[in-house]
């Protein structure tokens, strides 16, 4: 158990439809960051939350948000699904922004993911 | 721009063999460079990271990477393979601190990983 908590595990759904996917980071980490994996592109960053507030914005699309709550969880909404959607999303948790902290590296910690199928 | 390559998306190995898995990294700055690895329908798990100190970095489960900042690679190897050791391995580079990508990770394609008996 890697302590970053994904809910769903598994979801399936239809296209034009909305879901919403959560993220509880390691105890102490300040930053989630949300990733997909799919077959064709390979893993994929999605966005970064540093306490609250967004820090970084990778390859999400318009149809996709994020948020992080006050408790730190986030959550990761899609809609308007499409075929093309389906994918693992992982999320992971890093105690600072980036670059280095006390620890070393600002490592990731990845959750087991939550694989959504869009039929 | 960063960018990871990984030569050869799939390596078979015997076990007891030598562990090759090969990253060549792109980066305007120092790199941080990661491996990680990927279980059946689980997560990522850190096995080793580059962070500037050491070039020569052990990580977990007997594994070891060397960062070779003349050739760009980061290349990941174990003496001896174990049937435990199959799964996918993705090399990673993220920016030191200061740039806007902050911890953000880019990743390679992945190599999977298959040990024979």
Redesign the interface.
Known sequence: D?G?TQTPKHLITATGQRVTLRCSPRSGDL?V?WYQQSLDQ??Q?LI?Y?NGEE??K?NILERFSAQQFPDLHSELNLSSLELGDSALY?C?S?P?????VRS??????????SRLTVL | AQSVTQLGSHVSVSEGALVLLRCNYSSSVPPYLFWYVQYPNQGLQLLLKYTSAATLVKGINGFEAEFKKSETSFHLTKPSAHMSDAAEYFCAVSRNAGGTSYGKLTFGQGTILTVHP
């Not at chain 1, 070393?104 to 993911?113: E, K, S």
Request: aromatic residues 16%; positive net charge.
């Open positions: 890697s970053v930053s960051y390979g893993l960053f970064q540093y820090r970084a990778g992982f992971a890093s600072g922004q980036g670059g280095m070393g590296a600002n490592v990731l910690t990845f959750g087991a993911g």
